[in-house]
């Protein structure tokens, strides 16, 4: 084939990136465009939370360098995807214009799930949390004061809470669970959190749900009523998985192999659209965090350029903190238990069959990632000095042959 | 690239390429009048139990895992080097849940920190190896 091959990204974000570093490092010449409905350079998502409170200003957003899109010959577009013709192998955009591709990656994303609550339409003021402009248009709406009502205590809503704080007379978070952070701490670590944020000012109304909204008022269950200025909905998202409906297997998420192929020919996804195996249950799932979607997306990109790529080592994994209170955990929480709790440290390492299967670690997480990796690489437990490790995190709990092939062999 | 290499066997747990490695970024020249009465946080680290040590810093993997997670674009490659921004970084220690070596950890100015086989202190051969008595640490090419 002398034609240059022509590969098409839709989405700017983190799988984006990744399969356009993918793509370039495996061909220097294709013809290669990004598709984005956001009218930004590649920004870092999860720093939305830290533009709220300051920490991170303008250029501090950037994913990627300013010259990023020269340096890897992109070309940019910035409008919406709002077809994918299979058969004609292109994607119709909302200006009306076509791109070719011959091979495809999704990497739309998730949004905002908004439960259907009555009387949403007579809220003045309320926000999903997950895209730049939401952040910016959040800042607008508090006009430096007001109380804020964040529906979800998850990490999107937490994050938003913490960067708002001192920004906001009274912040709430409301939640249908009974903890925070349901999706990755139990009871006892959502407990330490949660007072971390206490402690600042941030207030919670767990196990609670909303009835309905009357204007600035929200009814709960038990008939209490919360006003607030702003609100902020951050109950969940869901994969935007649309523009590939009928075209490829779809689940919760558009299901992908470790090539990170969809089951359509020539048109791949990554990131927080795709659904994929957890190597730490070996279920199916989505497991929408950034190194995940990078990973995935870098693998797509080596994979359409002609490059052979895997990534079959995908778990859920966080690390996320509060005001100073690091946060970092792994797997999924089912098996015998080690633990320790202590003032300062709570920990906790989940393990079954001679596996890992997940770890929580709050306010001391150094070396996290030495637990990390026996879940990733499903290390059998008997072949490491496993009482060791969960005392302490290192390269001592391995064989010394193991040490000498990870620290003196070549590079890996 | 060159390397930095452990040989266990010649370690001596006598932790002086921690301070040689705390060393290299105080721009004094007198270490112990520099860290004298500090407590230090290096980037590499002695691990040692029951007769056992050896030292441990960053691999500077082809396939840093580290790089590939970071949220916000801080950690690069740079000619083979795994390169902290300490500006860009904000502390979300996605890089220490990643790192399989442990070797990336919290700092005490806020950013991350890491072995830069001492590109932006020392220059030329790292501090840690210049520093050990016992040609535990060595700096070269093994492919």
Same mark, same amino acid.
């Given at each position: 084939?002398?034609?240059?091959?022509?590969?098409?990204?839709?989405?700017?974000?983190?799988?984006?990136?990744?399969?356009?570093?993918?793509?370039?490092?495996?061909?220097?010449?294709?013809?290669?465009?990004?598709?984005?409905?956001?009218?930004?350079?590649?920004?870092?998502?999860?720093?939305?939370?830290?533009?709220?409170?300051?920490?991170?200003?303008?250029?501090?957003?950037?994913?990627?360098?300013?010259?990023?899109?020269?340096?890897?010959? =992109? &070309? /940019?577009?910035? %409008?919406?995807?709002? @077809?994918?013709?299979?058969? *004609?192998?292109?994607?119709? $955009?909302?200006? !009306?214009?076509?791109?070719?591709?011959?091979?495809?990656?999704?990497?739309?994303?998730?949004?905002?799930?908004?439960?259907?609550?009555?009387?949403?339409?007579?809220?003045?003021?309320?926000?999903?949390? =997950? &895209? /730049?402009?939401? %952040?910016?248009?959040? @800042?607008?709406?508090?006009? *430096?004061?007001?109380?804020? $009502?964040?529906? !979800?205590?998850?990490?999107?809503?937490?994050?938003?809470?913490?960067?708002?704080?001192?920004?906001?007379?009274?912040?709430?978070?409301?939640?249908?669970?009974?903890?925070?952070?349901?999706?990755?701490?139990?009871?006892?670590?959502? %407990?330490?959190?949660?007072?971390?944020?206490?402690?600042?000012?941030?207030?919670?109304?767990?196990?609670?749900?909303?009835?309905?909204?009357?204007?600035?008022?929200?009814?709960?269950?038990?008939?209490?009523?919360?006003?607030?200025?702003?609100?902020?909905?951050?109950?969940?998202?869901?994969?935007?998985?649309?523009?590939?409906?009928?075209?490829?297997?779809?689940?919760?998420?558009?299901?992908?192999?470790?090539?990170?192929?969809?089951?359509?020919?020539?048109?791949?996804?990554?990131?927080?659209?795709?659904?994929?195996?957890?190597?730490?249950?070996?279920?199916?799932?989505?497991?929408?965090?950034?190194?995940?979607?990078?990973?995935?997306?870098?693998?797509?990109?080596?994979?359409?350029?002609?490059?052979?790529?895997?990534?079959?080592?995908?778990?859920?994994?966080?690390?996320?903190?509060?005001?100073?209170?690091?946060?970092?955990?792994?797997?999924?929480?089912?098996?015998?238990?080690?633990?320790?709790?202590?003032?300062?440290?709570?920990?906790?390492?989940?393990?079954?069959?001679?596996?890992?299967?997940?770890?929580?670690?709050?306010?001391?997480?150094?070396?996290?990632?030495?637990?990390?990796?026996?879940?990733?690489?499903?290390?059998?437990?008997?072949?490491?000095?496993?009482?060791?490790?969960?005392?302490?995190?290192?390269?001592?709990?391995?064989?010394?042959?193991?040490?000498?092939?990870?620290?003196?062999?070549?590079?890996? | 690239?060159?390397?930095?290499?452990?040989?266990?066997?010649?370690?001596?747990?006598?932790?002086?390429?921690?301070?040689?490695?705390?060393?290299?970024?105080?721009?004094?020249?007198?270490?112990?009048?520099?860290?004298?009465?500090?407590?230090?946080?290096?980037?590499?680290?002695?691990?040692?139990?029951?007769?056992?040590?050896?030292?441990?810093?960053?691999?500077?993997?082809?396939?840093?895992?580290?790089?590939?997670?970071?949220?916000?674009?801080?950690?690069?490659?740079?000619?083979?080097?795994?390169?902290?921004?300490?500006?860009?970084?904000?502390?979300?220690?996605?890089?220490?849940?990643?790192?399989?070596?442990?070797?990336?950890?919290?700092?005490?100015?806020?950013?991350?920190?890491?072995?830069?086989?001492?590109?932006?202190?020392?220059?030329?051969?790292?501090?840690?190896?210049?520093?050990?008595?016992?040609?535990?640490?060595?700096?070269?090419?093994?492919?």
């Amino acid at each position: 084939m002398n034609r240059m091959r022509q590969y098409v990204i839709i989405g700017n974000s983190a799988a984006g990136i990744g399969a356009a570093e993918g793509i370039r490092r495996t061909d220097p010449r294709g013809s290669l465009t990004v598709i984005t409905d956001e009218p930004h350079h590649t920004y870092s998502r999860p720093l939305i939370s830290y533009l709220l409170s300051g920490k991170v200003t303008g250029d501090g957003m950037k994913y990627r360098p300013g010259s990023f899109y020269a340096d890897h010959n =992109i &070309r /940019l577009i910035h %409008a919406a995807a709002m @077809e994918i013709d299979a058969a *004609g192998r292109q994607v119709l $955009l909302s200006d !009306g214009r076509r791109v070719p591709y011959d091979k495809l990656l999704l990497a739309a994303g998730s949004s905002a799930f908004v439960p259907p609550f009555e009387g949403l339409d007579t809220v003045r003021k309320s926000s999903a949390f =997950i &895209r /730049l402009d939401d %952040a910016r248009r959040l @800042e607008g709406m508090l006009d *430096g004061n007001g109380r804020v $009502l964040i529906a !979800g205590a998850g990490l999107i809503g937490l994050k938003c809470a913490e960067g708002l704080c001192g920004r906001a007379s009274r912040i709430t978070v409301l939640d249908l669970a009974p903890q925070i952070l349901s999706s990755i701490l139990d009871g006892g670590g959502a %407990a330490r959190v949660q007072s971390r944020l206490e402690s600042r000012g941030i207030e919670f109304r767990l196990a609670a749900s909303i009835r309905r909204f009357e204007g600035d008022t929200a009814v709960l269950e038990d008939r209490e009523t919360l006003d607030f200025d702003v609100l902020v909905l951050a109950v969940g998202v869901r994969p935007n998985t649309a523009l590939l409906k009928g075209i490829a297997e779809i689940d919760r998420g558009i299901v992908i192999n470790a090539r990170s192929e969809t089951s359509a020919p020539d048109i791949y996804a990554a990131g927080d659209c795709a659904q994929t195996t957890d190597a730490s249950s070996g279920q199916s799932r989505v497991m929408a965090l950034l190194p995940n979607a990078y990973m995935q997306g870098e693998c797509a990109g080596i994979n359409m350029a002609g490059g052979e790529a895997a990534f079959d080592r995908a778990i859920p994994m966080n690390a996320i903190g509060f005001f100073g209170l690091p946060v970092i955990t792994a797997g999924h929480y089912t098996g015998e238990v080690y633990e320790k709790n202590t003032e300062g440290v709570y920990k906790r390492l989940f393990y079954s069959d001679n596996r890992l299967n997940g770890y929580i670690l709050i306010g001391q997480v150094e070396k996290a990632g030495i637990y990390t990796s026996l879940i990733r690489e499903r290390t059998p437990l008997d072949t490491i000095d496993f009482a060791l490790v969960c005392e302490k995190p290192g390269l001592m709990a391995f064989t010394r042959e193991v040490r000498q092939a990870r620290l003196g062999g070549g590079a890996v | 690239m060159k390397r930095v290499y452990v040989r266990e066997e010649w370690c001596l747990g006598c932790h002086l390429c921690e301070y040689y490695c705390a060393f290299a970024g105080t721009n004094e020249t007198d270490m112990a009048r520099a860290l004298k009465g500090c407590k230090i946080n290096p980037n590499i680290r002695i691990e040692e139990n029951d007769g056992v040590s050896f030292a441990v810093s960053c691999r500077h993997c082809l396939e840093p895992l580290c790089v590939k997670g970071c949220i916000t674009g801080a950690l690069t490659v740079s000619g083979g080097v795994v390169t902290i921004d300490g500006d860009r970084c904000v502390s979300c220690y996605t890089c220490i849940l990643s790192c399989p070596y442990g070797a990336v950890s919290p700092s005490d100015g806020g950013a991350v920190q890491k072995c830069e086989l001492c590109v932006k202190t020392a220059g030329g051969t790292p501090a840690c190896v210049k520093g050990c008595p016992n040609g535990a640490i060595v700096f070269e090419e093994r492919g």
